[in-house]
């Protein structure tokens, strides 16, 4: 009996060298057959393929780099452990220049999505019925999301749709999924929409691109922000750029004070002025109709050698929000972010008259 127990002994040892060995070579073949899929893939991408390093004190996963539209991305993979379980999770990250505080979560509807469309962020439609039944939008800032989430983005999550979730957090875009990606093409997809989703506001930067080269301007991004243009209409240079008010956002127009109108006397014309309003005083009764706007000025009974019926009239057709006109620049706030071409055409061209002082009176 007492000559059992070694024996015994050298059979479990034995067994568990066979059963290490066996799970060793099958995890060997599994690495070995993941780590062909993402060499794949990065020669798909023209990416580079760097393979997963094991130590006993560290180790690193293994890793894709590539460059699409200008954009640096990574796709690696982590793990998380609970208990005796560990999960597996496919991740590819980027940076990008959108409005730092914009939070924005994108992922396929399924079994949880009524708890999950309930937590965290506002649950948001983007305009996109399709996309909207499909895929759950999270926001901090739901004026936001469906600019930041246009037709192409959208398109190019429809396009990897293998249950990646899309996120963009102070600066950095993380899309990821459950499991250790093994579909080369899968890769290849969530490289592509990843790229897409960080240029979200590429749809503002083509509609004001082209509002800047007809009047021989120029549109730029900006950094953790949005776009700003520049330009001149008759002679009067002015900018463009968005601007959060109180958790509004609006198209900011400012022209230059040239000619006759650099005499103007400070003013502004608010249409909500316990939100938009003024250090200046306001002015009861205005000494013309203001419409709907209200009026702050220290001179308002000069108001009416500086602006007219007709103005106010042009104004209200435009849907301005707010005029403001100092002693350097005529400022037009437009709500929301404007991307159609007759609007902002029309704002110009009310804000360039005003600063050149060239159609009546002393202001004009």
């Not at 220290?298 to 435009?318: R, Y």
Request: glycine letters at 8%.
């Amino acid at each position: 009996m007492f000559r059992a127990v070694p024996v015994l002994v050298i059979v479990a040892v034995v067994i568990f060298i066979g059963l290490f060995w066996w799970f060793s070579k099958h995890a060997n073949q599994a690495a070995a057959r993941t780590d062909y899929v993402w060499r794949r893939a990065a020669e798909e991408l023209d990416g580079t393929f760097t393979p997963r390093e094991t130590g006993f004190l560290t180790s690193k996963p293994r890793r894709i780099d590539v460059d699409i539209d200008g954009r640096h991305i990574t796709v690696d993979h982590y793990a998380v452990s609970s208990g005796n379980t560990t999960s597996y999770y496919t991740r590819v990250q980027t940076r990008c220049d959108a409005p730092y505080d914009l939070k924005l979560r994108v992922s396929k509807t399924d079994g949880f999505s009524g708890i999950a469309r309930a937590v965290g962020f506002q649950d948001v439609p983007v305009g996109d019925p399709r996309f909207d039944e499909d895929y759950i939008i999270k926001a901090s800032d739901p004026e936001l999301a469906s600019m930041w989430i246009n037709q192409p983005v959208r398109e190019a999550i429809v396009a990897a749709d293998v249950g990646y979730r899309y996120k963009l957090e102070r600066g950095t875009i993380t899309t990821e999924r459950a499991g250790l990606e093994d579909d080369p093409m899968s890769i290849v997809a969530a490289c592509h929409a990843t790229a897409a989703f960080a240029n979200g506001k590429q749809r503002l930067l083509r509609a004001w691109g082209k509002l800047a080269q007809h009047f021989d301007g120029e549109a730029t991004s900006v950094d953790e922000g949005w776009v700003h243009v520049e330009g001149e209409h008759d002679g009067v240079p002015f900018a463009i750029e968005v601007k959060d008010v109180r958790d509004y956002h609006f198209t900011v127009i400012e022209a230059r004070l040239t000619g006759n109108a650099s005499n103007v006397e400070p003013f502004v014309l608010s249409q909500e002025g316990h939100l938009f309003g003024s250090t200046l005083p306001r002015v009861e009764p205005p000494p013309i109709d203001t419409r709907s706007y209200t009026l702050y000025s220290l001179s308002g009974h000069k108001l009416a050698s500086f602006i007219t019926a007709e103005d106010i009239e042009a104004l209200t057709k435009a849907e301005v929000a707010k005029l403001r006109v100092d002693d350097s620049k005529v400022t037009l706030m437009l709500y929301g972010i404007a991307t159609k071409k007759q609007p902002l055409h029309t704002a110009i061209g009310i804000a360039a008259s005003m600063a050149s002082g060239a159609r009546h009176g002393p202001y004009r």
